[in-house]
């Protein structure tokens, strides 16, 4: 696709379920990144990945949070057991390789927003 | 000290004028900066990025970047109402982007 999409564009949940936000980075991307803003809050990064490397998990605020990336594309990030401080937006972003361009630009897409009620 | 900082605004400048928005960074060894655009409901868009100190010009667009100070700034020129939003400061930090909280800006007719 022409650029990062991601779905759902808008998600409700009670606080207890579980919730899985999808990203579909741009083709070819080999970096794909989550992040969260909530209202007030700037973008806080979540998790990294590259490639087949180990992801870099820093940013999960708790273990309650997971992602994972299938197939070098596709990336879900799961939340369990929400909380109502998990409303937020959840953006990602992607990245080519560093010889295709300046390195580490990233490009986000649309975002998903959380309520948790 | 938080690591990336930026006035949080509101910065309101008059059509035509110059818009200067700034940025300092903590962590010395960063090498690589960027500035986001976010109009409101929306996601960040890619405006500017920079590498080298000194200038770079991109259309209305010009980053300035100045390591020793530790400092990235924004200036847009002959600003125009389409250009009111929120911009965000990001310091590459090993791989992953850390952004300050996002100067609002507000350019009135």
């Known amino acids: 696709g022409a650029g990062v999409s991601q779905s759902p564009s808008n998600k409700v949940t009670e606080k207890g379920k579980d919730v899985e936000l999808r990203c579909d980075p741009i083709?070819?991307?080999?970096?794909l990144y989550w992040y969260r803003q909530s209202l007030g809050q700037g973008l806080e990064f979540l998790i990294y990945f590259q490639g087949n490397s180990a992801p870099d998990k820093s940013g999960l605020p708790s273990d309650r949070f997971s992602a994972e990336r299938t197939g070098g594309s596709v990336s879900t990030l799961t939340i369990q057991r929400t909380q109502q401080e998990d409303s937020a937006v959840y953006l990602c972003a992607s990245r080519g390789l560093p010889h295709e361009g300046p390195h580490n630009e990233q490009f986000f897409g649309p975002g998903t927003r959380l309520t948790v009620l | 000290q938080k690591e990336v900082e930026q006035n949080s605004g509101p910065l309101s400048v008059p059509e035509g004028a110059i818009a200067s928005l700034n940025c300092t960074y903590s962590d010395r060894v960063s090498q690589s900066f960027f500035w986001y655009r976010q109009y409101s409901g929306k996601s960040p868009e890619l405006i500017m990025s920079i590498y080298s100190n000194g200038d770079k010009e991109d259309g209305r667009f010009t980053a300035q970047l100045n390591k020793a100070s530790q400092y990235v700034s924004l200036l847009i020129r002959d600003s125009q109402p389409s250009d009111s939003a929120t911009y965000l400061c990001a310091v590459n930090q090993g791989g992953k982007l850390i952004f300050g909280q996002g100067t609002e800006l507000s350019v009135k007719p």
């Open positions: 083709s070819g991307h080999t970096a």
